[in-house]
């Protein structure tokens, strides 16, 4: 069974960056699709981005943040460049075995803990 560790959340001001990352250990995920989700108070958890073979991302956060993986790291990164604070929310990271990039959170069967970011104005 594999698990999913956040991290790299904090406090920045609006226009700065974040990095976070999603550290998977129990078993390699290098062919798992693995995405980005963020849940905001009083909010539905959203899509934010996801990794396969190639990326897909929120129309919202497209040209601003940036899905990678480090596969020797068993490592998934969101780099978030001139954030906004709307983009506050905690965010987590998931993995599914499904063959695509799936937008919806059902489709994902494993989930870490989550990491807050909060964007000040």
């Known amino acids: 069974q594999v698990q999913l560790v956040e991290s790299g959340g904090g406090l920045v001001q609006a226009g700065g960056s974040l990095r976070l990352s999603c550290a998977a250990s129990?078993?390699?995920?290098?062919?798992?699709?693995v995405g980005w989700f963020r849940q905001a108070p009083g909010k539905e958890r959203e899509f934010v981005a996801a990794?396969?073979?190639?990326?897909l991302y929120a129309v919202s956060v497209k040209d601003r943040f940036t899905i990678s993986r480090d596969n020797a790291k068993n490592t998934v990164y969101l780099q978030m460049n001139s954030l906004k604070p709307e983009d506050t929310a905690v965010y987590y990271c998931?993995?599914?075995?499904?063959?695509?990039?799936?937008?919806?959170?059902?489709?994902?069967?494993?989930w870490g803990q989550g990491t807050q970011v909060t964007v000040s104005s």
């Open positions: 990794i396969r073979w190639g990326t």
């Open positions: 129990g078993r390699t995920f290098s062919s798992n699709t």
């Open positions: 998931a993995g599914t075995r499904v063959v695509a990039i799936p937008r919806s959170a059902s489709s994902y069967d494993v």
